[in-house]
């Protein structure tokens, strides 16, 4: 167990939709990372926040949004919803927004599918 | 482009045997290499990790090698268990700027460890 928790485990929804992903870092980690897996992308980086602001962007999407809240959790909203979405979502964490400074601790996934 | 990709993408080996898995990356800025194993269904799970400062580091049973000279990292796990079977991914974090943080993943290797 990371100490990194997501919430839902899985999601099904409809083309066009919206939904929220949660995460709850580490207890005592300031940095939160979202990443997206799927089988033809493997793990790509989308968005980092550390202490309730954006630090660092990748391939994220205008259609998604994030946003740190002031007890370090964090949700990342994915709008418009398309097919090509599906696909497992991360959540990680780590106590410095230095990546060098120590590992990521990644949570369990939501598995997020759309049809 | 620069990317981080492993040569080989399946690896089976036999129980008791020692495994070997490579990674190649392009960008000499990189200064932080992580391994990460991910089970089925769960998320990646940290290894070990090795800085540009150093060409070697051992945990338990694992032992990660960096070579700048030709931009290669390789993780070596003794004694390979069943329980090892899993996707490996390195990662590595590249220096400075929006980068800061954020870690570029390879495309992972599935080691099989054959009874």
């Known amino acids: 167990d990371s100490g990194v928790t997501q919430t839902p485990k899985h999601l099904i929804t409809a083309t066009g939709q919206r939904v929220t992903l949660r995460c709850s870092p580490r207890?005592?980690?300031?940095?939160v990372y979202w990443y997206q897996q799927s089988l033809d992308q493997g793990l790509q980086f989308l968005i980092q926040?550390?202490?309730?602001?954006?630090?660092a962007k990748g391939n994220i999407l205008e259609r998604f949004s994030a946003q740190q809240f002031p007890d370090l959790h964090s949700e990342l909203n994915l709008s418009s919803l398309e097919l090509g979405d599906s696909a497992l979502y991360f959540c990680a964490s780590s106590a410095t927004h230095l990546g060098g400074s120590g590992e990521q601790y990644f949570g369990p996934g939501t598995r997020l599918t759309v049809t | 482009g620069e990317s981080v990709g492993l040569h080989l993408p399946t690896l089976s080996v036999q129980e008791g045997d020692n495994s070997i898995i490579n990674c190649a990356y392009s960008n000499s800025a990189s200064d932080y290499f992580i391994w990460y194993k991910q089970e089925s269904g769960k998320g990646p799970q940290f290894i070990i990790d090795?800085?540009?400062?150093?060409d070697k580091r051992q945990g338990q049973r694992v032992t990660v090698l960096l070579n700048k000279t030709v931009k290669h990292l390789s993780l070596q796990i003794a004694a390979t268990q069943p329980g090892d079977s899993a996707v490996y991914f390195c990662a590595e974090n590249r220096a400075g700027g929006s980068t800061l943080g954020r870690l570029y993943f390879g495309r992972g290797t599935q080691l099989t460890v054959w009874p």
């Open positions: 090795i800085r540009s400062n150093m």
């Open positions: 207890s005592g980690d300031l940095s």
């Open positions: 926040y550390y202490n309730g602001e954006e630090r």
